[in-house]
């Protein structure tokens, strides 16, 4: 190696160490004595590969689990995203001088992070497949019953994706959604709007309207929760975050389309995909059959039903009116 950059790193490890009011050389020896790390300690792969309990003997039921955390991962990353978004972003130098949030969000930085969130959507969305033509529809049938009332409904990150995404009275019902316009993000608004949030008359029961065991056990478990985080990302989810640019900013086509794309993917594609698979391993007539946990899929699903939109600002009253509509005609047209 260079004797002038190994000198100059040395000095920089020294200035690290110093400003920590730490010994380098004590580092330096537990350097010398620790093993190197291999990927399968880095990943963590003996804990991972642990972690798919399934609660039948059907081989597909595997397929099944390790796709659902495979989702879970994909949207830990989109969360990553969000958070970076809505504090700013972290600014390490390479020598690990930490200098905190930036001040202000920067537009190139934005656009970056809003792009690699539509990037995880679509792996998911793309991927599906593994789902909806992966397993065998007999065994589907059969292994689901053991799961109840677990569901894929009840996954807190994509509430959380939905919260840090938009303004709370755009996640209201859209029966609600005209009463809520108006309404404080303060705790008690949000508490209030949180009582209509769409996704509540997706787990109902079909034939009483009452709370399915589903939500009452995921009302229980993270309400509180994400209430909370509703409250704290009120000034800070992604729409907020794009309203705090100027106006030339916040006029970029790039970011508008990437903006545009992350609605998109989360309100029409994913869910679309998700109505999809279903139908495929559940409608046996008009009525269809009740999804694990008995949430109500076919009126759930659809974004034509809920016309759930991140930001309906950015779109024009047509696109609004036909929201999700080229999707299921693009499906019909390439079955």
């Excluded at 599906?128 to 677990?150: D, H, I, N, T």
Aim: aromatic share 12%; proline share 3%; glycine share 4%.
């Amino acid at each position: 190696m260079n004797q002038e950059l190994l000198q100059d790193q040395l000095e920089k490890l020294r200035e690290k160490y110093e400003a920590m009011g730490q010994d380098m050389n004590s580092y330096l020896d537990g350097l010398l004595l620790s093993n190197y790390l291999p990927y399968w300690e880095y990943a963590r792969l003996d804990s991972l590969m642990s972690l798919q309990h399934t609660k039948t003997d059907f081989p597909d039921e595997l397929i099944f689990i390790v796709y659902h955390q495979i989702t879970e991962l994909y949207f830990r990353l989109s969360l990553h995203e969000y958070e970076q978004i809505g504090n700013n972003g972290r600014n390490v130098l390479l020598n690990g001088e930490d200098k905190g949030w930036r001040d202000k969000l920067e537009p190139g930085y934005f656009k970056e992070r809003v792009r690699r969130i539509n990037e995880y959507f679509r792996a998911l969305t793309t991927s599906y497949s593994v789902m909806e033509m992966g397993m065998e529809k007999e065994q589907f049938l059969r292994f689901r019953m053991a799961l109840l009332p677990a569901s894929g409904f009840q996954s807190a990150q994509y509430r959380k994706i939905e919260i840090c995404s938009t303004m709370m009275n755009n996640l209201v019902h859209v029966d609600h959604r005209e009463k809520f316009k108006d309404t404080p993000s303060d705790h008690e608004g949000v508490k209030e709007m949180f009582q209509f949030i769409y996704w509540k008359t997706g787990a109902t029961d079909l034939e009483t309207g009452k709370k399915t065991l589903t939500l009452k056990q995921f009302e229980q478990k993270y309400t509180d929760e994400l209430v909370a985080l509703a409250v704290d990302y009120s000034d800070k989810n992604l729409w907020a975050k794009y309203l705090t640019l100027s106006d030339e900013e916040r006029n970029d086509e790039a970011l508008i389309a990437q903006m545009k794309m992350l609605d998109a993917n989360v309100n029409i594609n994913w869910p679309l995909q998700h109505y999809k698979t279903a139908a495929r391993y559940l409608l046996r007539d008009e009525s269809g059959v009740p999804a694990t946990g008995g949430t109500n899929w076919q009126k759930y699903l659809p974004p034509r039903f809920m016309k759930r939109i991140f930001f309906p600002e950015l779109w024009t009253d047509i696109e609004k009116e036909n929201w999700g509509k080229a999707w299921v005609e693009d499906l019909v047209q390439n079955k």
